[in-house]
């Protein structure tokens, strides 16, 4: 089975509000999260990581949170804009050395006006 | 801000074919990576190259693919006898380091399509 997943595949809001976005892993041996958000046509783009070592880093207008005891991480963006109209995904590394990370199958984000 | 870029945007091969797909990592980088992204679906990691060998691959990455740092800027996957099913976006990335606080960053990927 995979080891990273998320619980909805698309999710509306309103211009303005918050959202969260979430995950569950699988491989408790994780020690490095990423989320990456993709727009049409592009690559995946950098947000924000956090290492198992922490269980909140803030960025600008995200947060991540990482809880390790129900292997659960979110992405938090405040204030969503029209921009932030994408696929976000989750992804993990396993150990050390130059390992790929391991992608969950993505959210849809949609800001309605 | 340094970006991965890769060449080209679209790639349209017959079956069969083989196929180069090009990288130019981030300048100072010295972790390389492969991915791909069949329609729809996840993106899902191929091979990983550090100091000119691979590093990790996973187990679609087969004898089929190859990748090669030619010179000290690009990088390249190389798919021998292409089937239909290696039709999908694939992404460079590259990192500064292997440790777990240096992300990867992605390029915009080339869409190969297999006739």
């Known amino acids: 089975g995979e080891s990273v997943g998320l619980h909805l595949p698309t999710l509306s809001v309103q211009e303005g509000d918050n959202s969260i976005i979430n995950c569950a892993y699988s491989?408790?041996?994780?020690?490095?999260f990423i989320w990456y958000k993709q727009e049409s046509g592009k690559g995946p783009q950098f947000i924000i990581d956090?290492?198992?070592?922490?269980d909140k880093r803030q960025g600008q207008r995200v947060t991540v949170l990482l809880n390790k005891t129900v292997k659960h991480l979110s992405l938090q963006i405040a204030a969503t804009q029209p921009g932030d109209s994408a696929v976000y995904f989750c992804?993990?590394?396993?150990?050390?050395?130059?390992?790929?990370?391991?992608f969950g199958k993505g959210t849809h984000l949609i800001i309605q006006p | 801000e340094p970006e991965v870029t890769q060449t080209p945007s679209h790639q349209v091969t017959q079956m069969g074919q083989e196929v180069i797909l090009r990288c130019v990592p981030i300048?100072?980088?010295?972790?390389f990576y492969w991915y791909r992204q069949i329609l729809g679906q996840k993106v899902e990691f191929l091979v990983s190259?550090?100091?000119?060998?691979?590093?990790?691959k996973s187990e679609i990455f087969d004898d089929q693919f190859s990748v090669e740092r030619p010179d000290g800027s690009n990088f390249t996957l190389k798919i021998r006898s292409t089937k239909l099913e290696d039709s999908a976006m694939y992404f460079c990335?590259?990192?500064?380091?292997?440790?777990?606080?240096?992300?990867?960053?992605f390029g915009d990927g080339t869409r190969l399509s297999i006739l």
């Open positions: 956090i290492r198992s070592n922490m």
């Open positions: 992804a993990e590394k396993l150990g050390g050395g130059a390992d790929g990370l391991t």
């Open positions: 190259f550090y100091n000119n060998e691979i590093s990790e």
């Open positions: 990335a590259s990192s500064q380091s292997s440790y777990s606080n240096q992300p990867q960053h």
């Open positions: 300048s100072n980088h010295l972790y």
């Open positions: 491989n408790s041996a994780s020690d490095y």
